[in-house]
């Protein structure tokens, strides 16, 4: 693909992409540091590339690779995770609202793997088809709905700990397969 036509597709991505990978980072400056480095990898990267239909996907998989490559820098390593403990010992907490939203999120992202945030980002936040995915991971779709299951059960647990789950159906009537609600939803297209 020639640099002109590369701009082209980009064009035909760029606010979807963009948002992804706000979506992906844990803040918007690093959103938006994470989709400038992946457009400069593709623009360098985009002489490889000869079929202009497989443009989304490939940007796509760049930008995931490119996320997993910085969350396994050094510096994440030395990062201490925010347990409920810390927090509730933070200036501020306020459990109500959007921030408690923001948080339960977080904690639910931070149990599962860059690979797993990016797959679920993709199918549950941005709306992507489970055969999309399965052409953009190379995959067969049984695998990623395997994938998202088990990526959606690790986000469950680590929001409801297993002894407050009893603790839950004790207080209100629910099943067992009611207590295990998913994470994530979609928002309503109009």
């Known amino acids: ?28 400056e690093d959103g938006d540091d994470l989709y400038q480095e992946a ?25 995931i690779n490119h996320f997993k490559n910085r969350r396994r820098g050094a510096w994440w390593r030395h990062l201490v995770p925010l347990t409920s403990e810390l927090e509730e010992q933070m200036p501020g907490w306020d459990p109500s609202g959007q921030l408690w939203a923001n948080r339960q999120l977080a904690r639910a992202f931070a149990a599962v793997s860059p690979e797993e945030r990016a797959l679920i980002t993709l199918r549950e936040i941005e709306g992507w088809a489970v055969a999309e995915l399965a052409e953009l991971y190379k995959r067969p779709e049984g695998t990623i709905k395997a994938r998202l299951s088990r990526a959606r ?3 469950r647990k680590a929001l409801v700990p297993p002894e407050n789950r009893e603790q839950m159906m004790n207080k209100t009537d629910l099943k067992p397969q ?13």
Do not use: Q
């Open 178 to 190: 009611e207590v295990a609600v998913c994470v994530v939803t979609k928002p309503e297209k109009e």
């Open 153 to 155: 059960a690790k986000m």
């Open 39 to 63: 457009v400069l990898r593709a623009h360098s990267g985009c002489d490889g590339l000869n079929d202009p239909s497989a443009f989304r996907p490939w940007f796509y998989r760049l930008i």
């Open 1 to 28: 693909m020639n640099r002109d036509r590369f701009w082209i597709e980009l064009e035909k991505v760029h606010a979807e992409a963009e948002r992804f990978c706000r979506r992906l980072s844990a803040t918007r």
